[in-house]
């Protein structure tokens, strides 16, 4: 993975985390801006998703993006939004985070 990937996925990541907020604060609020810039909050972290899937192909793109998202986006729901998971839920994100360790796991070839 070169480092340029790393940083558009960083970038991406950001950016699906400010839509998710986004969204979130909009179920709250129901304000029509809030649906709107987290729309194309989406958007625009859907195109930068196009040039991680052609450096780094579709599976591990998208795969890193979801364990990412699925961290990051509990996080901020517990911190913001004072939502909780249960011990199992706990459990499904901790193995999300495992499947991305062995993901990122140096290959000697690529698909």
């Known amino acids: 993975m070169s480092p ?10 950001a950016t699906f985390l400010a839509a998710a907020t986004a969204s979130r604060a909009y179920v709250s609020s129901n304000q029509i ?7 194309g909050l989406y ?6 998703m196009v040039k991680l899937m ?27 939004f004072g939502e909780r998971l249960t011990a199992i839920q706990m459990a499904g994100v901790g193995l999300g985070i495992v499947a991305m360790a062995l993901m990122m796991l140096p290959t000697g070839g690529k698909a």
């Open 43 to 48: 958007c625009a972290g859907n195109l930068m």
């Open 33 to 39: 801006w809030m649906l709107a810039l987290s729309l």
């Open 4 to 13: 340029t990937f790393l940083v558009v996925l960083a970038v991406s990541m």
């Open 54 to 80: 052609r450096e780094g192909g579709l599976g591990l793109a998208i795969s890193l993006s979801a364990v990412v998202q699925l961290v990051a986006i509990n996080i901020i729901a517990f911190l913001v």
